[in-house]
């Protein structure tokens, strides 16, 4: 159908030039100027557009399986109170509870109140994610972990357990994938962009996945790829220089040494077409990079100019790896209509969690490092929201959830304080925020804090809590936010395990997973 160019607004049409106005670097050839342009207008002209139907969904994980028995905390008044300060022992964050290891009872802990449950804190280090708990922005899924069917302690050696339990590499590949009984195959994360980047992205310009933490297995797919990124922006191409600074002068034109002489040649080159299919690939696979590589850096140049996200991490003091990674993802959803991308997936990292040893002197500092990052990036969502330039979007366009390999032992593997850790376990506890969670809540259910309790392992364990939500239940609410619909047969490819589980969607069943509104149809 022809669409009247006179009924283009003055806003629409200055925010489909945008992407196009901050280009950083020439773009590859005509063909991908002409995309450029043509993606811009149909932004302008309207239809299956970058607009209010927006949705990101950001994947955290904590890789070396963080232990998240220290991030939720039992305190003075709640029953198991005493069974953590007793058997954490050297690793306990001191609740309020008089042992050896806190002789004058101090509660360390950010206190929070849970509706329904007994007095619990948040690990000393999550000064953010406790204000956004308490504002209702973020909330906790307790006990989750992966499963190939629901399990207990009563049946834990005649069922169907997730394939080498406790290793690190598995259990990272069977959360990324939430399917724990086959070898691996595809991300759960990559299925959803395999099933929908077409009818969902119809302008779309480069992957609907974006990763600014390197290959994972979370976006690998048979039919798809992430784009990487950096801290900085796109990757680009090796030995020119940072973002070609030592081949292009800033107007994109080539310098005039052996660097820019060898650059001009080399995008010369990649014009060529080629006989042999192969050679062509290849081409076409450079091509594709270099082109996809000017769409991000325009995305991340176009932040209106009403947010100021260097000020917002600078405020919160975030300047690790995984902050400047959340400030990319930060940008590039500012600037997503240069990628034309209506539903987007970012992933980003942080590692050092595989705290055997030295638990108390590493995991204070990386919780804080994770703490401004989120905050930092919270607050930048918000700030986005309150834009008077880019008007289309709002703060619960966005979920963030946090994942890692597995919870870590319950008891400790020593009694110093400066050498003692936690070994490798199960069900862990996931934190989700944004603006359509229904946060300052838990949900799942929260386990029996016992070594030898109705959660934990048989057999000597120390304390592996046995998850009592699955993977694909934690996973499949998001996917439904997100646009999949609840009991469609997409949702049955991306998670075939699923109906193994009691229903995630049944509000009045016992899952106790509503942490995200369901996903309702747009009314055509």
């Given at each position: 159908?022809s669409?009247?160019?006179?009924h283009?607004s003055r806003?629409q ?16 050839n005509?063909?991908?100027?002409l995309s450029?342009i ?13 607009g209010?139907?927006y ?10 399986g963080?232990?998240m ?11 198991q ?14 609740n309020?509870?008089?042992t ?29 994610l406790?204000?956004?708990f ?5 909330g ?19 069922t169907?357990l ?6 690190h ?11 724990s009984?086959?070898p ?7 299925r959803v ?10 302008n779309?310009q ?23 990124v ?14 070609y600074?030592?081949?292009?002068n800033?107007?994109?034109?080539y310098?005039?040494n ?13 014009q060529?077409?080629?006989?042999h299919?192969l ?11 270099r ?9 991340i ?10 000020q917002?991490?600078?405020d919160?003091e975030?300047?690790s790896?995984v ?6 993802v930060a ?13 987007q997936?970012f ?9 055997h ?8 500092a990386l919780?804080?490092?994770l ?7 919270n607050a930048?969502m ?8 880019d008007?289309?979007f709002?703060?619960?366009?966005v ?20 050498s ?7 069900g ?13 809540n ?9 070594v ?10 120390r ?7 699955s ?7 998001m996917?439904n ?22 229903d995630?969607?049944?509000?009045s ?5 509503a ?6 149809p747009?009314?055509?």
């Amino acid at each position: 159908m022809s669409k009247n160019l006179n009924h283009i607004s003055r806003r629409q049409f200055l925010r489909a030039g945008t992407c196009g106005a901050m280009t950083i670097g020439p773009l590859v050839n005509t063909i991908a100027q002409l995309s450029l342009i043509n993606s811009a207008a149909a932004s302008a002209l309207g239809g299956s557009l970058v607009g209010s139907d927006y949705k990101a969904l950001v994947c955290i994980f904590l890789r070396g399986g963080c232990d998240m028995n220290n991030v939720l905390i039992p305190i003075t008044g709640n029953p198991q109170a005493d069974a953590y300060a007793n058997d954490r022992g050297v690793v306990g964050i001191p609740n309020g509870i008089t042992t050896s290891y806190n002789p004058t009872g101090a509660d360390n802990t950010l206190p929070i109140t849970v509706p329904g449950a007994d007095p619990f804190g948040m690990h000393p280090s999550l000064v953010n994610l406790k204000a956004m708990f308490d504002n209702s922005e973020a909330g906790f899924i307790t006990n989750v972990g992966t499963l190939a069917e629901p399990t207990n302690k009563n049946d834990y050696s005649t069922t169907s357990l997730p394939k080498q339990l406790f290793s690190h590499s598995d259990q990272v590949t069977q959360w990324m994938s939430s399917i724990s009984d086959k070898p691996y195959i595809s991300g759960w994360g990559a299925r959803v962009a395999e099933l929908y980047h077409d009818a969902w992205n119809i302008n779309s310009q480069t992957s609907m996945m974006i990763t600014a933490a390197g290959n994972n297995q979370f976006m690998s797919g048979s039919s798809v790829s992430p784009f990487s990124v950096t801290s900085s922006g796109s990757i680009s191409l090796a030995g020119f220089g940072t973002n070609y600074a030592s081949a292009l002068n800033t107007d994109g034109s080539y310098k005039t040494n052996s660097t820019g002489r060898r650059f001009e040649a080399l995008e010369r080159i990649m014009q060529y077409s080629h006989a042999h299919i192969l050679e062509e690939g290849y081409g076409e696979v450079v091509r594709s990079a270099r082109a996809n590589e000017t769409i991000i850096n325009e995305a991340i140049a176009a932040t209106p100019s009403d947010v100021d996200f260097d000020q917002i991490w600078l405020d919160h003091e975030a300047d690790s790896g995984v902050a400047n990674e959340l400030k990319s993802v930060a940008r590039l959803i500012a600037g997503r209509e240069c990628m034309g991308n209506n539903r987007q997936i970012f992933f980003v990292d942080l590692g050092g969690f595989d705290n055997h040893a030295n638990i108390n002197g590493a995991q204070p500092a990386l919780l804080d490092q994770l703490d401004r990052a989120i905050g930092a990036f919270n607050a930048g969502m918000k700030a986005l929201d309150a834009s008077t330039i880019d008007t289309d979007f709002s703060y619960d366009k966005v979920t963030t959830f946090q994942a890692s390999d597995f919870n870590r032992t319950w008891t400790p593997n020593g009694t110093d304080f400066d050498s003692a850790g936690t070994d490798h376990a199960w069900g862990s506890h996931s934190f989700v925020f944004g603006g359509a969670v229904n946060g300052g809540n838990f949900y799942g259910s929260y386990p029996t804090l016992e070594v030898g309790g109705v959660n934990d392992v048989p057999s000597g364990s120390r304390g592996r809590w046995i998850p009592t939500t699955s993977v694909d239940q934690f996973a499949a609410v998001m996917a439904n936010w997100f646009g999949v619909p609840i009991g469609s047969s997409e949702m049955e490819t991306i998670f075939p395990n699923l109906n193994r589980f009691e229903d995630p969607f049944d509000i009045s069943g016992t899952a106790n997973l509503a942490f995200l509104p369901p996903y309702v149809p747009p009314i055509i």
